[in-house]
């Protein structure tokens, strides 16, 4: 058993044992009118000693009785041992006792819940499920299903994984709305035996309860993720986010990866890597936010995030660099070269920038600062080296023509 799927049972069904053992609880009237003189007075005098902080000295009592075999030993002293070894936290010598009982009364559901509870408690996890089913047909309780989740939880501890789900089946059926943590944990069962289609079909339902747990969302959307249902599983993550904003970024890049990658809604994708980006630094989001906006040829808001990058980063090149390709895109050719030329300040190694820059001022027609960006360009980076070239001549020409024609006037 997984230790996700141990801390699903601690956390989800809180199966809290209480022991009730009050004195003279198991036996009946009927049973009180016959006891012995001598029974009573072993009882009143253990009691005394229990009273007086003597359980030792309350045992000696209990057992000379036994030891003087009476016909029949009334069930109370059988309790009132158990009782004592309780105190003495001695669960082992408790359910002896109880087992006892057990063994004279099966059908009494004091005597069964206390000696199912021993044998849970001892560790005894299969046979305390046992019990605790058989107690589940005889107790009377307003408990939603009675001892049904303590018997589910006990063979689950056995790693008796069938018989928990039989268990827990039964429970998210029992008329009334049923306990939310039972169908946790079933669904818990069913995702570590491999079995989705039962777990989706149990997460609806759960959802059918209580539509606004995001928890509940995140699972539907993983199973359909392990089908490779895209548009679905984004449907339920997006339900998820909405119902109960993420605690950790990488929930917001999930979802936008289905969005850009896998439903192609690249503007709802990017919306989701602002999400995680926005107490984050990090210039590799900005720059995937900004590439996102820039396939939905949204040029203005990648230029908005990309200022929001360099706010949290100044001495970022790279994003200088993407923010002057995007403003050349959007052709903000002005813009462009003025944070290209902040871009080199910052990296004056960077033939990338000195080659976008070229581009920029040749569209502007600004020739010089134009052959001189190219110029650096090429010194920098050897693949731009054909192209820089080829440009660096032409513009060359084009001076030599220039000047010509100047010289004829």
Known sequence: MSQLLKQGFGIGLILAFILLFISFSIADEKEEEKLTTKARLAIYNAQVAISEEKPDEALA?????????PPVVPLRIYELIAHIWMQKEDIEKARKYFKIMYDTQPNDPKVLKNYAVLTYQEGLYAEAAALFEKLYEIEETTAPGGSL????????????FDNSRRILVKLVGLPGKPDPRWYEVLIGICLEREEDKDAERYILDLLHLNPVQAKYWKQLAQIRMKREEWQTATS???????VESPGRQS?????????????????????????????????????SISRIYQKAYRYDEAVKALDEGIIKNPESAALLLEKGRVLYEARRYREAVATLEDCVKIDPESGDAYFQMGLAAWTLREWDSARTAFVQAKRLSERYHSQCNSVIALLDDLNEERKEIEDAK
């Open 251 to 287: 929930e917001w890049l999930v979802l936008g990866d289905l969005y850009t990658r896998a439903v192609n809604a690249p503007l709802m994708g990017a919306r989701c890597y602002r999400q995680a980006y926005r107490d984050d630094s990090d210039e590799k989001g900005y720059l």
């Open 61 to 69: 009592i209990l057992d000379n009785f036994i030891a003087s075999q």
């Open 236 to 242: 339920d993550l997006e339900i998820s986010h909405r």
């Open 149 to 160: 989740p303590q018997a589910a939880q006990a063979y689950m501890l056995a790693e008796d």
